[in-house]
T-cell receptor, first 110, second 114 residues
Framework: SQQGEEDPQALSIQEGENATMNCSYK?????LQWYRQNSGRGLVHLIL?????REKHSGRLRVTLDTSKKSSSLLITASRAADTASYFC??????????FGSGTRLSIRP | KAGVTQTPRYLIKTRGQQVTLSCSPI?????VSWYQQTPGQGLQFLFE???????NKGNFPGRFSGRQFSNSRSEMNVSTLELGDSALYLC?????????????FGQGTRLTVV
């Protein structure tokens, strides 16, 4: 079974709008990472947030982590057509095993 | 520097056959992890190798095995292929010193079992 579950499973927004994806996980983690995957290709690492951090920014990306609720969110601001992809959260359990969630399919409408 | 290279990119095999997939990590990376991605099950962790030793293992049958060589290149083998083994197989490399390092993924090998 998946360690992380993303919500929503699919999201369609207008170009220029903000996109928010959520991830919930089950067990204690060392860190949480977000990845992007374009149509059946490899995954691209977006951002890593450690368990002792609450928020992190990278360009148009903002990630929050709430370890008390075992949840994280990824915000993409000012979305572009190139942001169309599947987004996965991944939790690193203690012992370097990374478990991926089920993913959110993001579509950006022109 | 060169990224993670997986070969072959596409593969078609018949049920009952075996297959070997290869992954060359980024130079200097000592950890290689393998994942299976299917529409129904998503991204499933297979195993991780670090310095030629299997460090972590997912919940896959013994038909799935792997190894890592002294140059950190890794191979994954699937024996007695089943139709359900059709999937995108991804490998990821990382420095592997601790859990805080990010993983870099290859483009994957698309395996089709007929």
């Amino acid at each position: 079974s998946q360690q992380g579950e993303e919500d929503p499973q699919a999201l369609s927004i207008q170009e220029g709008e903000n996109a928010t994806m959520n991830c919930s996980y089950k067990t204690s983690i060392n860190n949480l990472q977000w990845y992007r995957q374009n149509s059946g290709r490899g995954l691209v690492h977006l951002i890593l947030i450690r368990s002792n951090e609450r928020e992190k920014h990278s360009g148009r990306l903002r990630v929050t982590l709430d370890t008390s609720k075992k949840s994280s969110s990824l915000l993409i601001t000012a979305s572009r057509a190139a942001d169309t992809a599947s987004y996965f959260c991944a939790t690193a359990l203690f012992g370097s095993k990374i478990i991926f969630g089920s993913g959110t399919r993001l579509s950006i409408r022109p | 520097k060169a990224g993670v290279t997986q070969t072959p990119r596409y593969l078609i095999k018949t049920r009952g056959q075996q297959v070997t997939l290869s992954c060359s990590p980024i130079s200097g990376h000592r950890s290689v992890s393998w994942y299976q991605q299917t529409p129904g099950q998503g991204l499933q962790f297979l195993f991780e190798y670090f310095s030629e030793t299997q460090r972590n293992k997912g919940n896959f049958p013994g038909r799935f095995s792997g190894r890592q060589f002294s140059n950190s290149r890794s191979e994954m083998n699937v024996s007695t292929l089943e139709l359900g083994d059709s999937a995108l197989y991804l490998c990821a490399s990382s420095l592997g010193r601790d859990e805080s390092t990010e993983a870099f993924f290859g483009q994957g090998t698309r395996l089709t079992v007929v």
